[in-house]
């Protein structure tokens, strides 16, 4: 017997058991197993499934390292400060990469507003929906020195405005000398007790696909990686990575036609694969389930954040199947901006959780990183409490149970909002270790109670 026993460790209760684990397995759990294998010892901590992020853009949450964030900036001239503070470390000509702008900091931006910002540097600043990029005009005359995509914007007189709909393949194609740095984003996941990750963007192409597979052989992101697509995308041979579902991405300004819809819901079918609705408002998810009933559903097809769901949409969200891809934290994140936007009427619709699991609709949580913290135990405290960052609540009736809220990362990757997976023989050794029993960690969750990530039987993250 080789392998590594986890000594002292509690599962599923009991507290002061081993964990000997062989071949990327769980073979055997009891009370002081023999075995000659190497010891960890779980100094009495709970020892639960690896948490899976059902819902991340792995490409962006790493390239936001680089980046300046706008999330908190409130008018022009703490736009203007942010920028020029973060211009003045590179060089003139260098390029600078913004996040999270809204048009309530400071009005729309165009090519002319970002040449006033930075006149001698590239500069693109992305929308907080992740939708829109803005670029300046020394950054659009390089990027776009061999022609302009069909996603760019262009004023009446034929003018490119800098604004870039859904660009985000072209810009990396463009940009492609200088791809993300994946291993620190790969190291704090793990720190989270984070094993398996499935990345949702629709913009997967295989060029992405490539580069997170050569993360995913190399280390850099030693997580199990399951990837959506819009896309046709092939699996690799050596496992790298899983083609997920379709990812279906609606905007509710251009909404397309439902037969349209329908089709690409097919072309799923036709491709082996479930679907996976991006639905942030109340007419995404409208034409979402009307889609649905057109073209059927089948099991692991999902509805991506369910943002607003009215209370009439619940039973057919149930009898469809369809399970809700939830994220909890931007009721803290974005709480207070939700509370002066969204209709008091329709604010118990944001981001639901509760209700939708009394309903038996499967409910999976996920970050929705960058967009929102990768932090998986923020997320739960957002799902117990359903607080806003100043602590104004949002939906109280939405709340959940602290264990209901880990359970919600505890899904299998290929079934998210399904049954919890357990420690337990034959299971894979994707695991996560607490500082605690599970009693005292369920008291106040926080990624800080993370005391070691197993991944395939590996030692991946520890921490004294
Ligand atoms: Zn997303």
Redesign the pocket.
Known sequence: MGGLILRNVEVAGRAGLDVRIDGGRIAEIGERLPGPGADFDGRGGALIPGLIDH???LLATAAQARSVRLDDVRNAGELQAVVSRALAARPPGGWLRATGYHERMAGDLDRDVLDRLAPRHRLRVQHQT?SLWVLNSLALDELTAEGAPAEAERDPAGRLTGRIWRGDAWLRERLAAEPPELAPLGRSLKSYGITGLTD??ATTDAQAAALLAEARRSGALPQRLMLMSAGPLGAPPDGAFEVGPVKVLLDDARLPELDDFVARIEGARGQGRAVAV?CVTAGELAMTLAAFELAGARPGDRV??GGVIPAEAIPALKRLGLTVVT?SAFVFERGDRYLADVEPAEQGDLYRCASLLAAGVPVAGSS?AP?ASSDPWLGMRAAIARRTRSGQPIGLGERVAPRRAVALYLGDQRAPGGPVRRVEAGAAADLCLLRAPLAEALAAPDAELVRATLIGGEVAFARD
């Open positions: 819902h991340i853009h992740g949702t963007s991006h991506e954040h994220q929705d967009y």
